[in-house]
């Protein structure tokens, strides 16, 4: 019975979650690890010279997330119109460049960054401004770009779509765990319950089986006082007949 009582508690137990950050916050993004240019860099790479050479970006700006081939026409042009506003609108914003045509890292992030927006890249340009995708460029763009920065640089809490991204990974992983943690507490309940009830048993059997001996042994007990009975009397008998023969 011990046996069978530590094998429920063993396969009780084995039930429990190994809960090793569920949802895990190791596929946060680190853009520490990825290689970017910035705007000026950015310009260089794709041999274009820098109109206003006064340009500087600042932690106060808003950023324009950009990914990019090199070589690539359409992000030349994009870079081009950046190029061209960038002293009047250059100390609203600063570039974050990557390059994913020929950076495996940077098209990897791309996929998720896109698939996390919900606007899925076809190819690039794939620009990225506060919570607005502008999937491709067109000088059609410019105007919508140009306030999407205004507006992003006014902002008293600027919109980070990688920080977001992370922030979701962040509340998935705690949801999952919050998950796990009842799951654990109600396998508990249920070892704890299941001990009780088994021990309830085992004891009430004991019980059981120990009234059972002491029964057989009254038992033995009655039958033994019997015999002795019965062959007392058969023994008085037996000197009865004999004396009265003599």
């Given amino acids: 019975m011990k046996k069978t009582v530590v094998a429920l ?8 979650p190994i809960c090793l950050n569920a949802a ?8 520490s690890k990825h290689t970017t240019l910035n705007l000026k860099d950015a310009l260089v790479q794709e041999e274009i010279d820098m109109k206003y050479t006064d340009y500087k970006e600042t932690n106060d700006q808003a950023v324009i997330y950009l990914f990019r081939g090199k070589g690539c026409t359409y992000c030349r042009a994009f870079l081009n119109f950046l190029n061209d506003i960038a002293e009047e609108y250059g100390k609203y914003f600063k570039v974050v460049s990557f390059e994913s045509w020929y950076d495996a ?11 996390y927006l919900g606007q899925s890249a076809s190819g690039v340009p794939y620009i990225i401004i506060g919570d607005q995708v502008f999937g491709g460029y067109a000088s ?10 205004k507006n992003l640089y006014d902002s008293k809490e600027k919109y980070d779509v990688f920080e977001e991204y992370n922030k979701s990974l962040k509340e998935a992983a705690r949801a999952e765990r919050a998950v796990y943690d009842r799951i654990i507490i109600w396998n508990f309940v249920f070892v704890v319950i299941s001990t009780a009830v088994i021990m309830f048993y085992v004891n009430k059997s004991n ?13 033995v007990k009655i039958e033994k006082l019997d015999k002795r009975n019965d062959y007392r009397k058969s023994t008085k008998k037996v000197v009865k007949k004999n004396h009265e023969e003599v």
Avoid: H, M, P, R
């Fill in 9 to 16: 508690l063993v396969f009780c137990l084995s039930l429990f």
């Fill in 105 to 115: 890292d940077n098209a990897e992030l791309l996929d998720t960054i896109s698939n």
């Fill in 24 to 31: 895990s916050t190791s596929d946060e993004i680190d853009l």
């Fill in 207 to 219: 019980k059981k089986l120990l009234e059972a001996i002491n029964n057989s042994k009254e038992t």
């Fill in 140 to 149: 059609d763009y410019d105007e919508q770009i140009k306030t999407a920065i």
